[in-house]
């Protein structure tokens, strides 16, 4: 029986382990990506909040030179969604016909290759340009999803570490609960074979 109860405690634990460590790679792992994703959008939207704010400042060398202080791709996107100046070569005149602003919804980014036009997955945040109390255009500011990883790779080691450490003092815990149990179950196991003794000595006497 000793030896039961120890297997369903330690196979428990194994289960409980397993348990965690799946809910921290898939739900932990999807939570802090999210997390950074947002970090690293409200950065990028303050950056395309900075360019629109002065359509003096919407010129081929600017966004070129913002595109090398942050290391992204900037472009400005006119109303029927052609790019009129860009930091990747090649893009000049280029058409985003799929492009809508809409598709950013409330959240004032997206992810994905951009409508194709980016060759990698892509956190993408678009600002409105107003001209003449109507929208000229668009800043549009695409980063890397990859550029992402190390960030989370880093988070994601330190909570592992936690867990390990976790799962260590929950060892350690089940261990003394084992022993425990296996001491109270000793004591009452004799205490019973010593009343039992007693009851039996007495009726062999009487008799």
């Known amino acids: 029986m000793k030896k039961t109860l120890y297997y369903k405690l330690i196979l428990g634990y194994i289960l409980f382990a397993l348990l ?15 997390k950074l994703i947002k970090q690293k959008a ?6 395309a909040h900075f360019i629109s704010s002065d359509y003096s400042l919407i010129t081929q060398k600017n966004i070129s030179d ?19 100046y860009s930091s990747r070569r090649g893009d000049a005149k280029t ?19 951009f409508y194709g036009h980016c060759p990698t997955d892509t956190l993408s945040v678009a600002m409105p340009i107003a ?3 109507r929208t000229d255009g668009y800043i549009i500011i695409n980063y890397p999803l990859s550029r992402l990883q190390p960030a989370k790779d880093n988070i994601m080691t330190q909570i592992y570490l936690i867990a390990l450490a976790l799962f260590g ?8 609960v084992t022993f425990m ?5 000793l004591f009452t196991h004799k205490l019973y074979f010593l009343r039992n003794t007693q009851v039996t000595y007495v009726i062999f006497m009487q008799v």
């Open 42 to 47: 409200s950065d990028l939207f303050d950056q």
């Open 95 to 113: 058409n985003i016909k799929d492009f809508d602003i809409t598709d950013f919804g409330n959240k004032t980014y997206i992810t994905g290759d």
């Open 20 to 34: 965690g460590i799946l809910f921290i790679e898939m739900a932990g792992s999807k939570m802090i990506e999210k």
């Open 66 to 84: 913002m595109s090398v202080l942050l290391t992204v791709d900037v472009m400005y996107i006119d109303y029927n969604n052609n790019i009129i």
């Open 169 to 176: 003092f929950s060892f350690v815990i089940l261990i003394i």
């Open 181 to 185: 149990v296996y001491n109270s179950m």
């Open 131 to 133: 001209k003449n109390y």
